[in-house]
């Protein structure tokens, strides 16, 4: 009878016969058709993802907003700075135009003679009279002025003749220079007083007959 050998199954022989029967279970589950990729895609819902900025890189909607925000910091910037460059430019402007206002007023003051003050006498009404008669171009000097009035008065203002021809008539002569009122009406200079006895009207109105009749106060010697 032949003898039959006894199998002795080890430790390795149980882990490795495991090993066997769970790779067969693993291709008996592709075989019977588990869940497919295809299958598994199908199933899962579909979602919107937004775009999300990894930390400290910012997405393209943050840089357009930041463009947009310093586009307007820029023209604000601008603005202001033209307004204040009008500003500026009008207030120079009108420091400019006061400073030649005063600059104007302060040459018409210098420009403007002071007013001449002249000595109440005799030398005083001849050079006053000799300032207007040069304005008014009338001729004449201090010397033919000065020698007339003192043949015709002495130099006294409210001299009067009561006994020539003049005064017969009723028309004296009067004054420095001894004028009669119609040749004072008709030669009056005007600036000065209407009164035939004021000393500067009396000899501007002479000299003023004598440059219409003489040619000049100078050439007269005598009565005229």
Same mark, same amino acid.
């Given at each position: 009878?032949?003898?039959? /050998?006894?199998?002795?199954?080890?430790?390795?022989?149980?882990?490795?016969?495991?090993?066997?029967?769970?790779?067969? /279970?693993?291709?008996?589950?592709?075989?019977?058709?588990?869940? /497919?990729?295809?299958?598994?895609?199908?199933?899962?819902?579909?979602?919107?993802?937004?775009?999300?900025?990894?930390?400290?890189?910012?997405?393209?909607?943050d840089a357009a907003a930041k463009k947009a925000a310093q586009e307007t910091a820029a023209k604000e910037a601008a603005a202001k700075k033209a307004v204040a460059a009008r500003k500026a430019t009008a207030e120079k402007d009108a420091a400019e135009a006061r400073s030649e206002k005063q600059a104007a007023n302060r040459s018409?003051?210098?420009?403007?003679?002071?007013?001449?003050?002249f000595a109440n006498n005799l030398d005083g009404w001849i050079r006053e009279s000799l300032d207007i008669m040069k304005k008014k171009n009338i001729p004449g000097s201090y010397e033919g002025l000065h020698r007339n009035i003192m043949r015709e008065s002495s130099g006294n203002p409210n001299a009067v003749n009561d006994w020539d021809i003049n005064a017969r008539n009723g028309i004296p002569s009067?004054?420095?220079l001894q004028v009669i009122q119609p040749t004072f009406d008709a030669y009056h200079v005007k600036g000065t007083p209407k009164k035939l006895t004021d000393?500067?009207?009396?000899?501007?109105?002479?000299?003023?007959?004598a440059a219409d009749r003489y040619g000049s106060i100078d050439n007269v010697d005598s009565a005229y």
């Open positions: 009878m032949p003898r039959i /050998s006894t199998l002795r199954i080890t430790r390795s022989h149980e882990i490795a016969t495991a090993v066997l029967v769970a790779a067969g /279970s693993v291709s008996a589950i592709a075989a019977t058709g588990g869940p /497919s990729e295809a299958q598994t895609t199908a199933t899962r819902p579909s979602i919107s993802v937004e775009p999300v900025a990894a930390a400290g890189i910012p997405t393209a909607k018409t003051e210098r420009k403007a003679p002071a007013p001449k003050k009067k004054g420095l000393p500067v009207a009396n000899i501007t109105a002479a000299a003023n007959y």
